[in-house]
């Protein structure tokens, strides 16, 4: 675990712990056992620090206390303050009281909402869902977005992922990229790395390569991811459908839909299908590199001719 969680969870705890403190001074003073205000608001901020921990740690009892318990603290917050606008106007408060009108709780409940939701989005929904996860070959090939080391880990115990063909996921030479790299080692994953813009666009021979990498029955499981999981990596599953599977790129094209690309704005990746087909298809085919432009980068040192994929099926319909 992370140095930035366990102080995340000390400091809930410090904070759920504190309320016992002011409750144990404020009686003392009292001479009375006595619940002031300030108990409630150390539990709220004590327990949705804790709920946000419980959500991180995947601890489902955890999370359950903590919600429950969130709720009562807000409802308690609401009986204090209605209590006091009665005891201002000399009534007494009532069971059917209308629904006070001070903001406080409700400013406490939003920011409990909106703070939760931040968090969620911003630091614990990566590390608990695989990023636009997808199976192209149950067993042989996946895809997906960037992963946290949390999730790869998952995910590598869940498919047994041999090998990593990453199309851009953390920019290159980046804490993330490294990170990657370093849990790769750590696995026993063999990663590819290549340097495609988030477009879909960039170096053919990377898709050549890729595609190759992605063939070769000898490096599944086989992991393709991007940033997204959507352009490079949908437009390189496509590739495979269509010169390894034989699919045409009618009935390829459609897949995209599932993992989040957007028929409305797909018109980049589109035009640069049309562009670059035939070339890839060409390179691939032949075990070659597509002219004029530079190998992949990890691929600039070879001396030997790069093995020939397996033979693709005959098919037709093509829209390029």
């Known amino acids: 675990m992370s140095t930035f969680w366990l102080i995340f969870g000390f400091a809930g705890q410090t904070l759920f712990f504190m309320r016992f403190v002011v409750q144990w001074i404020a009686s003392e003073r009292q001479k009375k056992s006595v619940i002031p205000l300030a108990f409630w608001y150390f539990s709220i901020g004590g327990g949705l620090t804790l709920l946000t921990y419980a959500i991180y740690r995947q601890d489902p009892v955890f999370i359950a206390g903590q919600s429950i318990g969130l709720f009562v603290y807000l409802r308690n917050l609401r009986l204090i303050a209605h209590d006091k606008k009665a005891s201002a106007t000399n009534e007494a408060p009532k069971p059917t009281a209308r629904p006070m009108r001070t903001s406080a709780p ?20 990566d590390q608990v869902i695989i990023r636009n996860f997808g199976v192209v070959e149950p067993e042989a090939i996946y895809r997906s977005g960037r992963q946290t080391p949390r999730t790869m880990r998952k995910l590598h115990d869940r ?136 190998l992949p980068r990890e691929d600039q040192t070879q001396t030997e001719t790069p093995p020939a994929p397996a033979e693709p099926q005959a098919v037709s319909g093509d829209s390029v």
């Open 106 to 125: 409700i400013v406490a409940a939003l920011i409990v909402i909106v703070g939760g939701g931040w968090v969620w989005e911003n630091e614990l929904k």
């Open 159 to 294: 498919c047994q992922i041999r090998t990593i063909v990453d199309l851009g996921a953390f920019a290159r030479g980046s804490a993330k990229d490294e990170e990657s790299q370093r849990l790769a080692d750590e696995l026993h994953i063999n990663r590819h790395r290549f340097d495609l813009r988030g477009d879909a666009t960039g170096n053919p021979n990377d898709y050549v390569a890729a595609l190759r990498l992605m063939a070769d029955r000898s490096n599944w499981p086989v992991l393709v991811q991007c940033g997204a999981g959507a352009q490079r990596t949908g437009l390189a599953v496509l590739l495979y459908r269509r010169l390894v599977e034989g699919w045409t790129i009618d009935d390829a094209y459609p897949e995209t839909f599932d993992y989040r690309n957007d028929p409305k704005t797909d018109w980049i990746m589109l035009t640069y299908l049309a562009e670059h087909f035939a070339e890839i298809k060409t390179a691939f085919e032949s075990g070659g590199w597509i002219p004029g432009y530079p």
